[in-house]
């Protein structure tokens, strides 16, 4: 789906990762779940372009529901996939911490995993090699994505902002739909390691300039970051 000039979704507002499409080629940004993929190609064949012209994934954390594809694309296409090097064995092996649910609600938990299921996603793909990046780095990927820390969903979780895109990419540094409660609004993530981490970074981005703020859970939401801090701390 077509957001904005060179900005595209993949999934929906259970989950969600996104293309940026550039004269230089493509950079993906998060894979979503392994059934992600058709969404993908449907996506690459009506700008009509191929898996060729993807020049990198780089993911905000590592977490099963961001890393989907992200193994395909890299074994048998040979894109490298970017991610923070303190999630890079999160993303390797999908080991992680125990964390609360926290509230939940019958109908939206089971919509998630049901998705999920059909997704493919009760099946993770971890990623045989990875390419670490570190807070501050400027990738030289189409877009020129800029990595900003935003450790507490996981240690390793960043965003990810591409200016030609006018869009900050936060994976679950936040969310506009909790997929365990069907709440919708700007609010903190579920499932995270350190909610008082997570709503710490979130004025690492406020100085951004962009017009999309993007999660990987819930609506595209279509605000300048400056505002976003506030907003999660009233949610």
């Known amino acids: 789906m077509k957001l904005a000039p060179h900005l595209h979704r993949l999934g929906n507002d259970i989950v969600a990762c996104y293309l940026v499409d550039t004269p230089e080629g493509i950079t993906l940004i998060d894979a979503g779940l392994p059934g992600h993929w058709r969404d993908l190609q449907r996506e690459l064949r009506s ?13 905000t954390h590592g977490d099963s529901d961001h890393i989907g594809f992200a193994e395909r694309l890299r074994r048998d296409h040979g894109v490298p996939v970017f991610v923070h090097a303190a ?7 999908g080991e992680k911490p125990k964390v609360a649910f926290g509230p939940m609600r019958l109908v939206p938990t089971l919509g998630f995993f049901g998705y999920s299921i059909r997704k493919n996603g009760l099946r993770p793909r971890y990623i045989g090699e990875v390419t670490e990046i570190a807070d501050g780095d400027v990738l030289d990927l189409p877009g020129s994505p800029a990595i900003v820390g935003m450790p507490g969903h996981s240690p390793g979780s960043v965003a ?7 869009a900050v990419f936060v994976g679950d540094a936040l969310t506009t739909r909790h997929v365990l409660t069907g709440r919708g609004g700007p609010q903190p993530a579920p499932f995270t390691d350190d909610p008082a981490e997570a709503l710490a970074s979130l004025d690492r981005i406020a100085g951004l300039s ?7 859970h819930g609506a595209p939401w279509p605000t300048s970051p400056a505002q976003v801090p506030e907003a999660i701390r009233k949610a």
């Open 47 to 59: 700008l009509g372009k191929t898996v060729d012209d993807i020049r990198g994934l780089v993911l």
């Open 87 to 93: 999630d890079a064995v999160r993303a390797r092996t």
């Open 210 to 216: 962009a017009s999309w703020v993007l999660p990987g």
């Open 160 to 166: 990810v902002h591409v200016p030609v895109a006018d």
